[in-house]
């Protein structure tokens, strides 16, 4: 399997613009995170699916973020409209999950967004 | 509030001694925590799991404790080589989550 698949690896953007990330979990995983990193805040939970549901969005900081997940094999996160402040990785990871705490998260190569 | 608590951002050791990371955790119960490696300009990267009924867990060079009365988990890496050098990341399930800490920056000197 070739793991965890996001694109794009970069993207730059206008304030204002609309932004869709993409992610592509491992075959079989049945659930799916979307994380973002910065350096102020580390990396922060935003929303994660099990058997492509929305279990928890708590962590969506704004109306402005969305993410869906048509089916298992793709998800996409958008942002509309984006703000400089929202220039972060963003991280898809998934897991087959039993219970999450025992399997362990498998990370995409993760999208490097920049707002300006 | 739920608090994951990474002992330093950054730390030093010598090429061939012990690296202790620490993970501290508040207003948790977790049955569960893992440890991740993250090297820059890539996902982090599953390296142990340990579970609460288990006081210690070994891969190789590295060592797990998990001492659910102190909330505290110790990353070790024995040995240590300067390919050790990355960002080591604890991560906690609870309340239906799994929730990482801000990170520990590894670097081994030669």
């Known amino acids: 399997d070739a793991g965890v698949i996001q694109s794009p690896r970069h993207e730059v953007t206008e304030m204002g613009q609309e932004v869709t990330l993409r992610c592509k979990p491992i075959s079989g995983h049945n659930s799916l995170f979307w994380y973002r990193q910065t350096m102020m805040r580390g990396l922060e939970l935003l929303i994660y699916?099990?058997?492509?549901?929305?279990?928890?969005d708590s962590g969506m900081p704004e109306d402005r973020f969305s993410a869906k997940m048509p089916n298992a094999s793709f998800s996409t996160l958008k942002i509309q409209p984006s703000e400089p402040r929202d220039s972060a990785v963003y991280f898809c990871?998934?897991?087959?999950?039993?219970?999450?705490?025992?399997?362990?998260?498998?990370f995409g190569q993760g999208t490097r967004l920049t707002v300006v | 509030s739920q608090k994951i608590e990474q002992n330093s951002e950054a730390l030093n050791i010598q090429e061939g001694k012990t690296a202790t990371l620490t993970c501290n955790y508040t207003?948790?119960?977790?049955?569960?925590l893992q440890w991740y490696r993250q090297d820059p300009g890539r996902g982090p990267v599953f390296l142990l799991l340990?579970?609460?009924?288990?006081k210690e867990k070994r891969k190789e060079r590295l060592k797990v404790t998990f001492d659910t009365t102190l909330k505290q988990s110790l990353f070790h890496i024995t040995a240590s080589q300067p390919a050790d050098s990355a960002t080591y990341l604890c991560?906690?399930?609870?309340?239906?989550?799994?929730?990482f800490g801000t990170g520990t920056r590894l670097t081994i000197i030669p």
């Open positions: 207003n948790y119960s977790p049955a569960y």
């Open positions: 699916f099990n058997n492509n549901v929305p279990i928890d």
């Open positions: 990871a998934s897991s087959s999950r039993t219970g999450l705490g025992r399997a362990e998260a498998f």
């Open positions: 991560a906690l399930f609870g309340n239906e989550k799994l929730t």
């Open positions: 340990i579970r609460e009924n288990e």
